[in-house]
């Protein structure tokens, strides 16, 4: 019984930044994982960045030293800082989130997706 709505997506040239959003919402008891996946044309969908309960953070190679996740856990949101960007960078991007609830099991949950476009 979780929502997730994510944002920040748009149309960027190359070297240029976005930040993408996620506010999760409904019954949560707690935030086990915050992450964010991509599916770009052709390809399979892959975890780009997470950040967990413990506070560690994993990158793709691909992005690392580029993308940062961030999170709040007390406002249930979570971030990713997207700096020079790449056309490989293109694809469907989509917020994560396993969470706890009360009276139930930890149960993942997504994101709509949004869509980010680096072209010139």
């Known amino acids: 019984q979780a929502q997730l709505v994510e944002s920040g997506g748009g149309l960027v040239q190359p070297g240029g930044s976005l930040r993408l959003s996620c506010a999760a919402s409904g019954r949560i008891f707690r935030i086990n994982t915050m992450a964010w996946y991509r599916q770009a044309p052709g390809k399979q969908r892959e975890l780009v960045a997470a950040i967990t309960n413990d506070g560690s953070t994993n990158y793709v190679d691909s992005v690392k030293d580029r993308f940062t996740i961030t999170g709040d856990n007390y406002k249930k949101t979570w971030y990713l800082q997207m700096n020079k960007l790449k056309p490989e960078d293109t694809a469907v991007y989509y917020c994560?989130?396993?969470?706890?609830?009360?009276?139930?099991?930890?149960?993942?949950?997504w994101g709509q997706g949004t869509q980010v476009t680096v072209s010139s």
């Open positions: 994560n989130t396993e969470i706890s609830i009360p009276l139930g099991a930890p149960r993942e949950y």
